[in-house]
């Protein structure tokens, strides 16, 4: 009978990869991938939804993260209320760098 295989995780490692330079740089590339498919398919009246688009991307405890965040003042009637059901732009936003 053959032997069976044991994984044991290593949190340690894992974090160290989470939080290094390089997973901040690729989740951050993402983000900037998200704003600017966001900025591509924003509805406009009078263009301040769509100038009001950021990232920001840091190190929060033992991961990487990036945001995409909308700020003007009538991100959520667009988001959630326009035309009834909403655009949701950021979640198509967040869809275009799916699997990426």
Do not use: C
Not at 72 to 96: L, Q, Y
């Amino acid at each position: 009978m053959a032997d069976k295989a044991r994984y044991e995780p290593n949190k340690s490692a894992a974090s160290e990869i989470m939080s290094s330079p390089e997973a901040l740089r690729i989740v951050s590339e993402l983000a900037i991938q998200a704003e600017e498919f966001a900025r591509s398919i924003a509805p406009v009246k009078s263009g301040e939804y769509k100038r009001s688009f950021k990232t920001t991307a840091a190190v929060i405890g033992d991961r990487a993260m990036a945001l995409l965040i909308n700020d003007s003042p009538h991100a959520v009637v667009v988001e959630v209320f326009n035309n009834g059901t909403g655009d949701r732009i950021m979640a198509k936003a967040a869809e275009s760098v799916k699997g990426k």
